[in-house]
T-cell receptor, first 111, second 113 residues
């Protein structure tokens, strides 16, 4: 079935540095969603990308969907301690609104 | 406000016991899902339902079952708990469109001893 590979598994940055996580698939995706999970919390929806080459921004977060719709990235500019958590990408797999998640990238931000 | 509630938040049980985790949503969503979360594996889909009386197996369904008798609830049952089922379990729901985001509950941490 559909799989999405996410890298890196873990990233440790100093506050103010940038951060990027990547999500890759061997097959074309219809769309991709991104979620954030704070430590001890539950995943919370951030954004969905649908169109080839789409770029969306939420304040310091920039989301991109590749031209071939096989990869996506989340970039955070000038990280803050509030950005700490695990970021997941998710894609529909083999069924209506059945989301398969990447393994996640855990971000640690040190002040 | 609409919400999705899981209970209990924490559960310790013994190997071989039957355990049921509850999930109740007030979003009036048709779609409901159960995921388990383990270090290094992210969120893996156990079972899901697209509506009343509909249930489907996910990628890690062995040893688990669900039933959907109404829109609001999708209980997850571990027929005979095993240590490998020690995990954090998340229930989620979404509306009936292919681009709807998932709304997650707060999770249940299950320990099987």
């Amino acid at each position: 079935g559909q799989q999405v590979m996410q890298i890196p598994q873990y990233q440790h940055v100093q506050e103010g540095e940038d951060f990027t996580t990547y999500c890759n698939s061997s097959t074309t995706l219809s769309n991709i969603q991104w979620y954030k999970q704070r430590p001890g919390g539950h995943p919370v929806f951030l954004i969905q990308l649908v169109k080839s080459g789409e770029v969306k921004k939420q304040k310091r977060l920039t989301f991109q969907f590749g031209e071939a719709k096989k990869n996506s990235s989340l970039h955070i500019t000038a990280t803050q301690t509030t950005d700490v958590g695990t970021y997941f990408c998710a894609a529909i797999s083999g069924g209506y609104n059945k989301l398969i998640f990447g393994a996640g990238t855990r971000l640690a931000v040190h002040p | 406000d609409a919400e999705i509630t899981q209970s209990p938040r924490h559960k310790i049980t013994e190997t071989g016991r039957q355990v049921t985790l509850a999930c109740h949503q007030t979003w009036n969503h048709n779609n409901m899902f159960w995921y388990r979360q383990d270090l290094g594996h992210g969120l893996r889909l156990i079972h899901y339902s697209y509506g009343v009386q509909d249930t489907n197996k996910g990628e890690v369904s062995d040893g688990y079952s669900v039933s959907r008798s109404n829109t609001e609830d999708l209980p997850l049952t571990l027929e005979s708990a095993a240590s490998s089922q020690t995990s954090v379990y998340f229930c989620a729901s979404s509306a009936r469109t292919d681009d709807s985001p998932l709304h997650f509950g707060n999770g249940t941490r299950l320990t099987v001893t």
